[in-house]
């Protein structure tokens, strides 16, 4: 059965350190996104990626956040400059269309210190 | 703005005690309402979409259901292994891009 993929499964980085998680979504769909789930709170929406552009951001995805599709296959979240706020599970999800469900990663957890 | 409100935040059951978790949702207009099964650490798992009210849909021991202003996820006959946080989530349509509004899920444990 296809799956989303996400690594690392783990990262800690010092602040101020700049991060790329790593996302692998289901192939023949066509929307992507970032959530994030600080612990023991709601998982958050950050960012949709359609036809190779952002389509939707949330308040969250400020200028030290960044997405890119720079393959077929990849799609990416840059934080530039982490904060200790940063520290949450981040899931990557895809979608075939709209409406229909998304699939979720098993989520990279990023701690920063 | 979506809100998603789900209770109760934490049901405790013996193992074959059927009960219901409730999902209230408050959207401009709903694409689509979603359940989840969240295992500790890990990514949400689907469960269900409910386009419309009045629809139903099973799998198993779960039933989905969905009202105009809330979603209903009924488990009978529960089962250790379905010890989980279930989530609801909302697509608002409009011109949101398939973004998915959740709710603070429900913390489900069953006792054998």
């Known amino acids: 059965e296809p799956e989303v993929t996400q690594t690392p499964s783990h990262q800690v980085t010092q602040m101020g350190q700049e991060v790329i998680l790593r996302c692998v979504p289901i192939s023949n769909h066509l929307y992507f996104y970032w959530y994030r789930q600080i612990l023991g709170q709601k998982v958050e929406f950050l960012v949709s990626f359609y036809n190779n552009e952002i389509s939707e951001k949330s308040e969250i995805f400020d200028d030290q956040f960044s997405v890119e599709r720079p393959d077929g296959s990849n799609f990416t979240l840059k934080i530039r400059s982490t904060k200790l706020e940063d520290s949450a599970m981040y899931f990557c999800?895809?979608?075939?269309?709209?409406?229909?469900?998304?699939?979720f990663g098993q989520g990279t957890r990023l701690t920063v210190v | 703005e979506d809100q998603v409100t789900q209770s109760p935040e934490a049901l405790r059951l013996q193992e074959g005690e059927s009960s219901s978790l409730n999902c209230s949702y408050t959207?401009?207009?709903?694409?689509?309402l979603f359940w989840y099964r969240q295992d500790p650490g890990k990514g949400p798992e689907f469960l269900f979409t409910?386009?419309?009210a009045g629809e139903e849909k099973e799998k198993e021991r779960l039933k989905a259901t969905l009202t105009k202003k809330e979603s209903f996820l009924h488990i009978t006959a529960p089962k250790p292994e379905d010890s989980a946080t279930y989530l609801c989530a909302v697509d608002a349509g409009g011109t949101s891009y398939g973004k998915l509004t959740f709710g603070q899920g429900t913390i489900l444990t069953v006792h054998p």
């Open positions: 409910l386009y419309s």
């Open positions: 999800a895809s979608r075939r269309g709209g409406g229909t469900e998304a699939f």
């Open positions: 959207v401009s207009g709903l694409r689509g």
